[in-house]
Protein backbone atom coordinates (compact mmCIF):
# COMPACT_ATOMS: atom_id res chain seq x y z
CA UNK A 1 0.00 0.00 0.00
CA UNK A 2 1.30 3.60 -0.78
CA UNK A 3 1.90 5.83 1.99
CA UNK A 4 -1.31 7.18 1.84
CA UNK A 5 -3.39 4.48 2.62
CA UNK A 6 -0.81 3.20 5.06
CA UNK A 7 -1.12 6.43 7.19
CA UNK A 8 -5.19 6.77 6.55
CA UNK A 9 -5.51 2.98 7.76
CA UNK A 10 -2.87 3.32 10.82
CA UNK A 11 -4.40 6.36 11.98
CA UNK A 12 -8.46 4.91 11.59
CA UNK A 13 -6.92 2.11 14.06
CA UNK A 14 -4.86 4.13 16.30
CA UNK A 15 -8.43 6.45 17.27
CA UNK A 16 -9.86 3.39 17.30
CA UNK A 17 -12.44 4.39 14.58
CA UNK A 18 -14.66 6.94 16.97
CA UNK A 19 -13.95 10.13 14.77
CA UNK A 20 -12.19 11.93 11.98
CA UNK A 21 -9.25 13.90 12.39
CA UNK A 22 -8.72 17.46 11.54
CA UNK A 23 -6.65 18.17 8.45
CA UNK A 24 -3.96 21.11 8.62
CA UNK A 25 -4.71 22.17 5.28
CA UNK A 26 -2.19 19.96 3.48
CA UNK A 27 -2.86 16.61 1.03
CA UNK A 28 -0.42 14.80 3.59
CA UNK A 29 -2.84 16.05 6.13
CA UNK A 30 -5.80 15.40 4.54
CA UNK A 31 -4.88 12.02 4.44
CA UNK A 32 -5.54 11.17 7.65
CA UNK A 33 -9.11 12.18 7.47
CA UNK A 34 -10.88 9.51 5.96
CA UNK A 35 -14.41 8.67 7.36
CA UNK A 36 -14.93 5.32 9.36
CA UNK A 37 -17.02 4.20 6.39
CA UNK A 38 -14.41 5.21 3.62
CA UNK A 39 -11.52 3.47 5.55
CA UNK A 40 -14.08 0.33 6.15
CA UNK A 41 -14.14 0.05 2.47
CA UNK A 42 -10.53 0.39 2.35
CA UNK A 43 -9.97 -2.26 4.26
CA UNK A 44 -12.50 -4.51 3.02
CA UNK A 45 -11.22 -4.21 -0.68
CA UNK A 46 -7.96 -5.42 0.28
CA UNK A 47 -9.33 -7.96 2.62
CA UNK A 48 -10.94 -9.18 -0.63
CA UNK A 49 -7.93 -9.01 -2.65
CA UNK A 50 -5.88 -10.81 -0.53
CA UNK A 51 -9.18 -13.92 -0.11
CA UNK A 52 -8.19 -13.97 -3.99
CA UNK A 53 -4.27 -13.88 -3.89
CA UNK A 54 -4.34 -10.76 -5.79
CA UNK A 55 -3.67 -6.94 -4.77
CA UNK A 56 -6.58 -4.78 -4.60
CA UNK A 57 -7.50 -2.58 -7.45
CA UNK A 58 -10.66 -0.53 -8.81
CA UNK A 59 -12.70 -4.40 -8.82
CA UNK A 60 -12.43 -4.77 -5.23
CA UNK A 61 -12.56 -1.42 -4.25
CA UNK A 62 -16.44 -0.71 -6.24
CA UNK A 63 -17.74 -3.81 -4.81
CA UNK A 64 -16.77 -2.38 -1.07
CA UNK A 65 -18.11 0.85 -2.31
CA UNK A 66 -21.10 -0.60 -2.97
CA UNK A 67 -21.14 -2.65 0.02
CA UNK A 68 -20.96 0.26 2.28
CA UNK A 69 -23.99 1.68 1.34
CA UNK A 70 -22.55 5.41 1.52
CA UNK A 71 -23.04 8.43 -0.65
CA UNK A 72 -21.42 6.97 -3.40
CA UNK A 73 -24.26 4.26 -3.61
CA UNK A 74 -26.99 6.87 -2.87
CA UNK A 75 -25.52 9.26 -6.05
CA UNK A 76 -24.89 6.11 -8.28
CA UNK A 77 -28.61 5.49 -7.22
CA UNK A 78 -30.11 8.51 -7.72
CA UNK A 79 -28.89 8.57 -11.51
CA UNK A 80 -30.98 5.37 -11.57
CA UNK A 81 -27.48 3.23 -11.76
CA UNK A 82 -28.10 0.23 -9.92
CA UNK A 83 -24.91 -0.23 -7.58
CA UNK A 84 -24.87 -3.86 -7.43
CA UNK A 85 -25.12 -3.96 -11.52
CA UNK A 86 -22.02 -1.56 -11.88
CA UNK A 87 -20.51 -4.51 -9.70
CA UNK A 88 -21.76 -7.42 -11.70
CA UNK A 89 -20.87 -5.70 -15.12
CA UNK A 90 -17.54 -5.14 -13.74
CA UNK A 91 -16.13 -8.40 -12.39
CA UNK A 92 -17.60 -9.69 -15.95
CA UNK A 93 -15.22 -7.42 -17.58
CA UNK A 94 -12.10 -8.16 -15.00
CA UNK A 95 -12.49 -11.48 -15.86
CA UNK A 96 -12.36 -10.71 -20.19
CA UNK A 97 -9.10 -8.37 -19.34
CA UNK A 98 -8.49 -4.81 -18.73
CA UNK A 99 -6.44 -2.39 -16.82
CA UNK A 100 -8.10 -2.35 -13.25
CA UNK A 101 -6.06 0.80 -11.47
CA UNK A 102 -4.29 -0.30 -8.29
CA UNK A 103 -6.34 0.89 -4.63
CA UNK A 104 -3.55 2.95 -3.65
CA UNK A 105 -3.88 4.91 -6.75
CA UNK A 106 -7.53 5.48 -5.72
CA UNK A 107 -6.64 6.88 -2.59
CA UNK A 108 -4.32 9.35 -3.24
CA UNK A 109 -6.77 10.49 -5.76
CA UNK A 110 -9.64 10.86 -3.56
CA UNK A 111 -7.42 13.30 -1.17
CA UNK A 112 -7.39 14.81 -4.27
CA UNK A 113 -10.85 15.07 -4.54
CA UNK A 114 -12.07 15.69 -1.15
CA UNK A 115 -9.20 18.44 -1.27
CA UNK A 116 -10.67 20.10 -4.20
CA UNK A 117 -14.12 20.55 -3.02
CA UNK A 118 -12.76 21.70 -0.22
CA UNK A 119 -13.72 18.86 2.08
CA UNK A 120 -11.84 18.34 5.73
CA UNK A 121 -12.78 14.26 4.70
CA UNK A 122 -12.16 12.00 2.60
CA UNK A 123 -15.45 9.88 2.40
CA UNK A 124 -17.15 6.86 0.12
CA UNK A 125 -18.47 9.89 -2.08
CA UNK A 126 -14.55 10.78 -2.95
CA UNK A 127 -13.27 7.34 -3.26
CA UNK A 128 -16.05 7.17 -6.53
CA UNK A 129 -14.87 10.41 -7.97
CA UNK A 130 -11.40 9.18 -7.66
CA UNK A 131 -12.75 6.42 -9.92
CA UNK A 132 -14.53 8.25 -12.16
CA UNK A 133 -11.80 10.80 -12.30
CA UNK A 134 -9.28 7.40 -13.70
CA UNK A 135 -7.91 7.84 -17.46
CA UNK A 136 -10.42 6.57 -19.92
CA UNK A 137 -8.76 2.72 -20.36
CA UNK A 138 -9.10 2.37 -16.58
CA UNK A 139 -11.48 -0.70 -16.22
CA UNK A 140 -13.70 0.53 -13.64
CA UNK A 141 -14.09 4.10 -15.17
CA UNK A 142 -14.95 3.17 -18.38
CA UNK A 143 -17.23 1.04 -17.02
CA UNK A 144 -19.07 3.73 -14.80
CA UNK A 145 -18.88 5.85 -17.71
CA UNK A 146 -20.45 3.39 -20.34
CA UNK A 147 -22.82 2.77 -17.42
CA UNK A 148 -23.60 6.62 -17.86
CA UNK A 149 -21.95 7.91 -14.75
CA UNK A 150 -19.10 10.12 -16.33
CA UNK A 151 -16.81 11.91 -13.48
CA UNK A 152 -18.85 14.91 -14.73
CA UNK A 153 -21.94 13.33 -13.20
CA UNK A 154 -20.81 11.81 -10.47
CA UNK A 155 -19.20 15.28 -9.28
CA UNK A 156 -22.76 17.42 -9.92
CA UNK A 157 -24.20 14.06 -8.02
CA UNK A 158 -21.82 14.59 -5.01
CA UNK A 159 -22.57 18.00 -4.68
CA UNK A 160 -26.28 17.88 -5.47
CA UNK A 161 -26.50 15.00 -2.25
CA UNK A 162 -24.34 17.60 -0.17
CA UNK A 163 -26.33 20.17 -1.10
CA UNK A 164 -29.72 19.05 -0.52
CA UNK A 165 -28.19 17.37 3.26
CA UNK A 166 -27.43 20.98 3.94
CA UNK A 167 -30.99 23.24 3.07
CA UNK A 168 -32.36 19.62 5.16
CA UNK A 169 -30.37 20.50 7.97
CA UNK A 170 -30.93 24.24 8.19
CA UNK A 171 -34.83 24.10 6.82
CA UNK A 172 -36.54 21.10 7.30
CA UNK A 173 -36.60 17.83 9.75
CA UNK A 174 -36.32 14.55 7.90
CA UNK A 175 -39.42 13.08 8.30
CA UNK A 176 -40.86 11.93 5.27
CA UNK A 177 -37.83 11.26 3.08
CA UNK A 178 -37.04 7.44 2.18
CA UNK A 179 -34.88 5.69 4.45
CA UNK A 180 -31.87 5.46 2.26
CA UNK A 181 -31.60 8.78 1.75
CA UNK A 182 -32.20 9.41 5.68
CA UNK A 183 -29.64 7.08 6.46
CA UNK A 184 -27.16 8.39 4.01
CA UNK A 185 -28.09 11.93 5.35
CA UNK A 186 -27.68 10.92 9.08
CA UNK A 187 -24.71 9.79 8.03
CA UNK A 188 -23.35 13.00 6.43
CA UNK A 189 -24.88 14.79 9.73
CA UNK A 190 -23.16 12.58 12.40
CA UNK A 191 -19.61 13.31 10.13
CA UNK A 192 -20.24 17.14 10.44
CA UNK A 193 -21.04 17.07 13.71
CA UNK A 194 -17.75 15.42 14.71
CA UNK A 195 -15.85 18.22 12.45
CA UNK A 196 -17.73 20.94 14.12
CA UNK A 197 -17.07 19.32 17.75
CA UNK A 198 -13.42 19.13 17.19
CA UNK A 199 -13.31 22.63 15.85
CA UNK A 200 -15.15 24.21 18.77
CA UNK A 201 -12.82 22.32 21.19
CA UNK A 202 -9.62 22.84 19.81
Same mark, same amino acid.
Given at each position: ?60 ? &? ?22 ? $????? *? ?13 ? $? ?19 ? !? ?7 ? *? ?9 ? &?????? *????? $? $??? !? ?5 ? *? ?33
Amino acid at each position: MSAVCQQALADAVARNQTGLAMPQGTTDDLSRSFTQRAYGVLKNAEKAAERAGDKPTTVEL &MAALVESNGLAVTVLSAADIDPED $VVDEL *RGRAKDGGRAEPLEQ $VAERAVEQARGLGHTYVGTEH !LLLAITAGS *RSELAAKTLRD &MGMTHE *RAFQG $V $VTA !LSAYEYA *RETLTFSGISAPIRAALEDIRSRLARLEDRVTGS
